[in-house]
């Protein structure tokens, strides 16, 4: 699933709160105070933002919206002047799949 063809739009999604945190930009999501890496199922990984603090042990569905986040690198010393694109979740609504 290409999460570019989704942005705005309500989907579910599946996989788990990570141990592992990558790389990711974070964006300030007003009122959306929690923020996860989210290990979908397929290995990719997302940050998800909610309202309320997510506890399932393991697995778990999201449902919400789709937003784009844009920003520049993070990486000391790069002089080009590219702009990076990542797909986040802003959740209202989950399942625990345990």
Sequence with gaps: MHLKDKVGKKITLRGKISDVPWQHMIEDVENYNHIYYFDLEGGNQIVIYSKAEIQCAS??????????????SKRPGKIDDITYVEFHIIVDDWTCLD
């Design 59 to 72: 697995s778990l569905s999201v449902t919400r919206k789709v937003i784009e986040v844009r920003g520049k």
